[in-house]
């Protein structure tokens, strides 16, 4: 098994409502140095190990788990984990 951590972003120009409503509130808050914030996904996942596994998690992002026109993803593969 091998862990795989996706994370799951807004394209730059893609209004980011949640992202602008954490910046202003930050902001209210006195936290005035934000400037700016994007929210996102993070998922992990279990992967069995296997011939082609990151070109298989790239499909996978591509069908299902983001939108391509809109979201951009990149993910990392974990060392093999031993049960």
Known sequence: MRNVTVYITLKQGVLDPQGKAIQESLNSLGYDEVKDARVGKYLELQ????????ERVKVMCDKLLANPVIEDYRFDVEEAVRS
């Open 47 to 54: 992967v069995e190990d296997g011939p082609n596994l990151e």
